[in-house]
């Protein structure tokens, strides 16, 4: 979507004869509204996934939050797990890449602009609010839930691919959040603790984030 087209255009409708502008002031507030609230939707949402994720664990007989151990170990393992994670991904955002360049360009244009006015507490909440409610869903649910019925590997594909699925605004990220999707179900299975791919996507959100946030100023 052009934006700058879309200002022009509707400038021009305000200038021409009879082109007051407030005919039908509904779609403006509506977009004002949405753009104010982007940090309680997007809370909303990962939190409306871990509602969901639990619905269908009662549903289908699951109990996801019997595999999550706090134990210190599997904090420290979830920091030294998140690390290639971040050096993957920032090394991957400094290629020249026809395809990088187009997932930056797509961050850049629509990622970011929603927490333009948010504090790093808000940041904070929304990654902790994905690692929680995605891998809820994706992992505690959807791979643990299928794993009895078609094996591990299969299982963990098949979670990885509705992960991709999911985060799949670009061919290139449905790739990219396939792999991450497949990393994190493979911690899950190695350490059997769902706390574990919990906190590294969380980390990992966090972080890319509040770097991408801190050098891109424009859009804070």
Same mark, same amino acid.
């Given at each position: ?15 021409s004869?009879?082109g ?12 004002e %509204? ?8 997007? %809370?909303?949402?990962?939190? =409306?996934l871990?509602? @969901?994720?639990?619905a269908?664990? &009662? !549903?289908f ?5 019997l ?10 393992l979830s920091?030294?797990?998140? /690390?290639?994670?971040?050096v993957?991904?920032? /090394?991957?955002?400094?290629?020249r890449?026809s395809?990088?360049? /187009?997932?930056r360009?797509?961050?850049?244009d629509h !990622? &970011?602009?929603l927490f333009r ?7 904070? @909440?929304?990654?902790?609010? =994905? ?24 299982a963990?594909?098949?979670?990885? %691919?509705?992960f ?15 792999v991450?999707?497949?990393y994190?179900?493979? &911690?899950y ?5 769902l %706390?574990?791919?919990?906190?590294v996507?969380?980390l990992y959100?966090?972080?890319?984030l /509040?770097?991408y946030?801190?050098?891109t100023?424009d859009?804070?």
């Amino acid at each position: 979507m052009n934006v700058n087209g879309q200002s022009t255009v509707n400038d021009q409708a305000d200038e021409s004869p009879g082109g007051s502008g407030d005919e039908d002031p509904t779609p403006t507030r509506l977009g004002e %509204l949405l753009k104010r609230r982007p940090i309680l939707f997007a %809370l909303g949402f990962e939190g =409306a996934l871990a509602v @969901a994720a639990l619905a269908l664990s &009662l !549903l289908f007989g699951l109990q996801p939050w019997l595999a999550i151990d706090f134990g210190a170990d599997a904090m420290v393992l979830s920091v030294l797990a998140t /690390a290639p994670l971040i050096v993957a991904m920032l /090394a991957l955002m400094q290629r020249r890449w026809s395809w990088v360049q /187009a997932l930056r360009r797509i961050v850049e244009d629509h !990622l &970011l602009p929603l927490f333009r006015d948010a504090g790093p507490l808000a940041v904070f @909440a929304v990654a902790l609010f =994905a690692g929680i409610g995605e891998e809820l869903l994706f992992r505690g649910v959807v791979q643990a839930g299928v794993e009895g019925l078609i094996g591990p590997v299969a299982a963990l594909v098949v979670a990885s %691919l509705l992960f991709g699925l999911a985060h799949a605004v670009s061919p290139a990220y449905f790739v990219i959040t396939c792999v991450m999707g497949l990393y994190l179900g493979w &911690l899950y299975q190695a350490t059997g603790n769902l %706390l574990v791919p919990i906190m590294v996507h969380f980390l990992y959100d966090w972080i890319v984030l /509040a770097w991408y946030l801190r050098r891109t100023p424009d859009a804070r």
